[in-house]
């Protein structure tokens, strides 16, 4: 192997990945180090995102919903079944096979990229140098040019309820349960609370979510997230705001979390817990204290506009630097970084990047919330439109949920577009291409949808901005 790379990147997850391919598409060499390993020991690139989150998760959220959509809504399309069975190790079979062969994918592309894909721990040393520690071997040299940092986040871990592996596990133990859980506790209603615990409630387990803050998806517009929550009530889901976990007590058949709020102590006995309570940035080991880069206060590493870090040609991408966790943030990272080490001109816009929730209904947005546009002073126009009157929603027995679209009054630009309904993740990319070309209302308002189709409730959410709103009545 060759001991000098113009690029070599740390971490091959989506951010770390995804550098290395655009860096190789600039005809310059790189190597990237990755230290995942699975249960099996084997190397697998993709980083957390395709071995233990976005693409496991979805495959989970897939089958769960198939599964629940049999045993409760079949019936109204006519259709019914004699005994419904569920294999769960099936399923988590399915999922795994996803999982391998995405993961495969990562090795194949880089091989046809010419990328040196390296299997150990990477430590960045002074003067661009990196030292590489292979799993099974010596510790070598590698020295580049440029240095990307992507080595991702882990689980937040509460003092009061360790991971144990068993009762008590993070997103990753989560996604590997080989029974469903009769009762199920899950620690914060984030993202991952949310995903993984529909993915068992909907399997059947009794789901109880206990969330520290008042205010429930406090980073979603508030009129779409009081709309999520009141579907996920409807569907059972336990959801306890202002509830902070004091204690975990181990009990003989599961374990007991004790919890305060304003109404004083409470405890709920559950089978198992799942912590969600956020992730940290991953730098343990990675940084020798004289290579010059610089880490905040949070643990970040510390990047400027463009994941500049304080050393010389040594940059630092995805979830180890600040912006959402997020995987399609973290590849575009990586794609800015390595047009900018091949001396193109790159930014991006962290103002443009969408979110998705994948529960059912799925939660999407992108662009700013009214009360953010409030606290910024800026004077903004709505417009909502209901699934409950789109012609595909209902024939998808999906009806619940709207779009709301919000736009500057004085240039007419669409500012934020929320949205919880069905596939709202596949619908919120039309807003992110609107937005990304700085598109005006009437832009979309303009713009031909196909009928029936879930996007009309997005054309007409933008006409309501305007009182134009063909199957709605405009207040
Ligand atoms: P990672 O994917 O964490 O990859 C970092 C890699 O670096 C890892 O392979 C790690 O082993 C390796 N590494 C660490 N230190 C070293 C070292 N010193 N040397 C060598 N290698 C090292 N995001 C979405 O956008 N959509 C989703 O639907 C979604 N679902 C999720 C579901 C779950 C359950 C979880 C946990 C996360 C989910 N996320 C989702 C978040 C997403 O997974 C992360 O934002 C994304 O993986 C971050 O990419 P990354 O490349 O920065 O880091
Ligand atoms: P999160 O930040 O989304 O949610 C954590 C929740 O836990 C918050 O609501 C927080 O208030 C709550 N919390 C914090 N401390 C608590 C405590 N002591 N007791 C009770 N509640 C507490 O974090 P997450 O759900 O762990 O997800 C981690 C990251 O992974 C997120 O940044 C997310 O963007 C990413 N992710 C994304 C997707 C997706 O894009 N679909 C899916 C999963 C994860």
Redesign the pocket.
């Known amino acids: 192997m060759s001991s000098k790379f113009d690029v070599v990147v740390i971490g091959a997850g989506p951010a770390g990945y995804v550098a290395a391919i655009r860096v190789a598409q600039h005809g310059l060499s790189v190597a990237c180090i990755d230290a995942w390993v699975t249960d099996q020991g084997e190397p697998s690139f993709g980083g957390t995102c395709l071995n233990a989150?976005?693409i496991p998760?979805k495959a989970l959220l897939e089958s769960s919903e198939l599964y629940h959509r049999a045993k409760v809504d079949f019936g109204k399309h006519g259709i019914g079944i004699r005994e419904l069975s569920l294999d769960l190790a099936a399923m988590q079979a399915r999922k795994e096979g996803i999982v391998r062969q995405l993961c495969t994918g990562i090795g194949a592309l880089f091989k046809a990229n010419g990328i040196t894909g390296l299997s150990g721990r990477g430590r960045l040393l002074p003067e661009n140098k990196v030292e590489y520690s292979p799993h099974d071997g010596e510790s070598e040299l590698i020295e580049a040019e440029h240095v990307i940092l992507a080595t991702g986040?882990e689980?937040?871990e509460?003092p009061a309820v360790p991971f144990n592996g068993t009762t008590v596990v993070d997103?990753a133990g989560a996604l590997e349960f080989d029974a469903v859980p009769e009762r199920l506790g899950v620690?914060?209603?984030?993202?991952?609370?949310l995903?993984l615990g529909s993915v068992w409630q909907r399997l059947g387990a009794d789901v109880t979510i206990?969330?520290?803050?008042d205010q429930f998806l406090?980073m979603a517009d508030e009129q779409i997230a009081r709309e999520a929550q009141r579907q996920f009530k409807r569907q059972g889901l336990d959801i306890r705001l202002g509830?902070?976990?004091r204690a975990l007590e181990t009990t003989g058949s599961g374990v007991r979390l004790a919890y305060e709020d304003t109404h004083g102590g409470h405890d709920i006995s559950v089978d198992r817990v799942v912590v969600?309570?956020?992730?940290k940035p991953c730098t343990e080991g990675l940084l020798d204290p004289l290579c010059g880069v610089a880490v905040d206060e949070r643990g970040f590493i510390d990047v400027d506009n463009v994941c500049r870090t304080t050393a010389g040609n040594v940059w630092a991408i995805g979830d180890v630097v600040r912006g959402?966790?997020?995987?399609h943030k973290g590849s575009e990272e990586g794609v800015m970084v390595a047009d900018l080490i091949a001396g193109e001109v790159a930014s991006m816009d962290y103002d443009i990047i969408p979110?998705?929730?994948?529960t059912s209904p799925e939660i999407a947005w992108v662009g700013k919330t009214e009360a953010e546009l409030k606290a910024g002073g800026t004077a903004f126009k709505t417009g909502t439109f209901n699934f409950a009157a789109s012609g595909r929603a209902q024939a998808m027995d999906q009806g619940a949920g709207l779009v709301k679209v919000i736009s500057c009054v004085e240039t007419d630009q669409i500012l934020g577009v929320h949205i919880v309904g069905p596939l709202a993740g596949e619908l919120i990319g039309e807003a992110v291409v609107a937005m990304e070309f700085q598109a005006s209302t009437e832009d979309l308002q303009r713009t031909i949808h196909g009928h029936p189709t879930l996007t009309e409730a997005v054309h007409e959410a933008a006409l309501s901005v305007d009182k134009r709103a063909i199957h709605a009545i405009n207040h």
Request: hydrophobic share 55%; with cysteine; glycine share 14%.
């Open positions: 989150g976005c998760s986040s689980p937040v509460l997103s620690i914060g209603a984030g993202v991952i609370g995903e206990l969330e520290a803050m406090f509830a902070r976990v969600a309570v956020g992730r959402p966790m997020l995987a979110s998705v929730i994948y």
